[in-house]
């Protein structure tokens, strides 16, 4: 499979106009190899060229991985000494002869520890953005990445119901994070975390990208649970909104909107369409309520290997939804100070519309 | 405390040559600010220079946050689309009149995506590697982070201990790897795990970093398990080797040389000696012994809100040990294909030696 992946991705170079790809840690290495190496303070790097073996710069320690490829790379190992390191880096760009070439690399990932290192193998290479190229290698997910999501989905799930019973006014956010994870991991999924759960309540449900903290739960308070698990590589990634104890009509009223609104944009996910309709349909609603300027950010982003990834849903993309595109719808209404709203549901556009994996209740449900 | 924090940073600024720093979110910027950014595929960076107040350029949907500063900060917000975004970083650099100006960065840290846009903003400016005035604010602990360090080694080594019983033949090391996290979190970790705990079995355990998998725990296998938990953002990162069932005398005996390592590296850790001497004393123990061929790793890095940070124990690293500086003690023996040990502790040098933070035994215990 990661051959085919491998192959995928030298056609496309082909037609790109790059002479390879340089890849660090993350998504995209772990896509094409199946291994999973870590950002550490020693850089690795695969560069990848049309017609050669791909070529794996790594610290010696690290060899062992090279067993596990799929295909067969050529590995320039390094010692301990940092000031042997670009030697490494330029015996693989000579054995790619990339040195003047166009390197394609991917700036939301690659860091300027392996990127320095890798200029100094290749100094007169030019390096653009190949974030398209690459994350179009990954944007239509095949069946058995949607089965993964789905258990993803599955498991998120089945670890928020299981949760919600404990979900006590007292309790400080922190507190219902690490019960959260608990239940994730009991619930079977992969202790690499897609990313640590959001819990916020009160004021801090009003900050869209929040981390939890020692503020306890009040009656009054809106609740938003933004969390996911991982399968087998792949992940979900889910928002429900909670009232704990009686909360105050306009906060009822907002939910309610934004769940109008999360209806609306997973209504207008269907193939042929650009991701832009996804954002007009929900935002519309929430504009039209009168709220849109507490809605501050796009509808939605795709998902996969990571939680972030193409295709985009923003008001200004046109790009078309296709089958196996897969994403999140997650409307949200913030009033900054007070309270917050957001509900996130995951989508794979199918061959005549869009597959809902989530199907947790989206009501406000009352805790506490 | 952050604003002392930054007064010492525009002190070192002043002294280094350096007109500014720009950090993106991370261990230096949380240390800086008190505040968890996380990278996402919108840059946030903040521009530190003397004599002014930081800039901090930012998504508009992050900008709750700057109402979180411990001191004035100027904000520079972006909205959703990235054509606006140089634009920020340009009106961001223009505040602190930094184009052609020297302005640090954490290689490490700061990916391309940072990097483009800041240098979009000031590009006539020098961009020299900033990590030794950084890393050397976070350098020595103070009692609060001992304190923060000290807990979470006791969090760490509590959970271990509740784990240990269900460690059982059969059970994958990923099944392991899941119990182990929970029980970090029961016992009161932070839900940010450090790093995703390596749990490694027979063949796997002589991979230095190898991710927990699908194979299953057999008799005759050493089990390496390294982790570690998070209190109040500083970590601990802990290493015990196991038994499973009897196992073969070599491996008894390459346990036994490593906890020998181990101890002469700890005991080699005090003021006024140079880092290179723990590295030396530990791997003297395993040369003599025959294996030092196998043991293809430092013996320990620093520690502290990362996992990977300053000082270094490396034999060529001459930086002298002083009061305060933490950091871990780790040598291992690795046989390709069969089996590996690792011991690994936490250390804080003291006024008149090391503390020793971890203290759970160290000698091989059988477990399954």
Same mark, same amino acid.
């Given at each position: 499979m990661t051959q085919s992946r491998l192959n995928k991705l030298t056609a496309s170079l082909r037609t790109s106009?790059?002479?390879?790809?340089?890849?660090?840690?993350g998504p995209t290495?772990?896509?094409?190899?199946?291994?999973?190496?870590? +950002?550490? /303070?020693?850089?690795? &790097?695969?560069?990848? *060229? #049309?017609?050669?073996?791909?070529?794996?710069?790594?610290?010696?320690?690290?060899?062992?991985?090279?067993?596990?490829?799929?295909?067969?790379?050529?590995a320039f190992a390094y010692g301990e000494n940092p000031?042997?390191?670009?030697?490494?880096?330029?015996?693989?760009?000579?054995a790619l002869g990339l040195d003047?070439?166009?390197?394609?690399?991917?700036?939301?990932?690659?860091? +300027?520890? /392996?990127?320095?290192? &890798?200029?100094?193998? *290749? #100094?007169?290479a030019d390096y653009p953005d190949a974030t398209d190229v690459l994350s179009g290698l990954r944007l239509k997910k095949d069946k058995a990445e949607v089965d993964a999501m789905r258990k993803a989905v599955k498991i998120a799930q089945d670890a928020l119901e299981a949760t919600i019973p404990q979900m006590k006014i007292g309790m400080t956010e922190k507190e219902l994070a690490s019960e959260l994870v608990m239940q994730l991991l009991k619930h079977g999924s992969e202790s690499e975390m897609p990313f640590a759960p959001i819990v916020s309540a009160g004021p801090n449900s009003a900050n869209p990208h929040a981390s939890p903290t020692k503020r306890k739960i009040q009656v009054g308070d809106l609740l938003v649970v933004d969390w996911?698990?991982?399968?087998?590589?792949?992940?979900?990634?889910?928002?429900?909104?909670?009232?704990?104890?009686?909360?105050?009509?306009?906060?009822?009223?907002?939910?309610?909107?934004?769940?109008?609104?999360?209806?609306?944009?997973?209504?207008?996910?269907?193939?042929?369409?650009?991701?832009?309709?996804?954002?007009?349909?929900?935002?519309?609603?929430?504009e039209r309520s009168g709220y849109g300027k507490y809605f501050t950010h796009r509808t939605g982003h795709?998902?996969?290997?990571?939680?972030?990834?193409?295709?985009?849903?923003?008001?200004?993309?046109?790009?078309l939804l296709e089958p196996?595109?897969?994403?999140?719808?997650?409307?949200?209404?913030?009033?900054?100070?007070?309270?917050?709203?957001?509900?996130?549901?995951?989508?794979?556009?199918?061959?005549?519309?869009?597959?809902?994996?989530?199907?947790m209740p989206r009501e406000i449900r009352v805790v506490g």
């Open positions: 106009g790059l002479s390879a790809v340089a890849l660090n840690p290495l772990t896509y094409l190899s199946g291994i999973g190496f870590h +950002l550490m /303070e020693r850089p690795v &790097v695969l560069l990848v *060229a #049309p017609d050669q073996d791909p070529v794996l710069v790594l610290p010696e320690l690290e060899l062992p991985k090279v067993e596990l490829f799929p295909y067969k790379i050529q000031s042997e390191w670009d030697d490494a880096f330029r015996k693989a760009a000579q003047g070439k166009r390197i394609g690399v991917e700036p939301r990932q690659m860091r +300027l520890l /392996e990127f320095r290192h &890798v200029k100094a193998g *290749a #100094p007169e996911g698990a991982a399968h087998d590589g792949y992940i979900s990634d889910l928002t429900r909104t909670f009232a704990v104890g009686e909360v105050d009509e306009e906060y009822q009223k907002i939910h309610k909107i934004v769940q109008e609104s999360n209806a609306a944009g997973r209504a207008a996910a269907k193939p042929g369409v650009p991701c832009a309709n996804v954002d007009i349909a929900a935002r519309d609603v929430i795709g998902i996969g290997m990571e939680g972030h990834e193409a295709p985009y849903m923003r008001g200004d993309n046109m790009q196996g595109m897969a994403f999140t719808v997650e409307p949200g209404i913030y009033l900054a100070g007070r309270n917050g709203v957001r509900i996130e549901d995951n989508l794979v556009i199918t061959e005549d519309g869009a597959d809902c994996l989530s199907d």
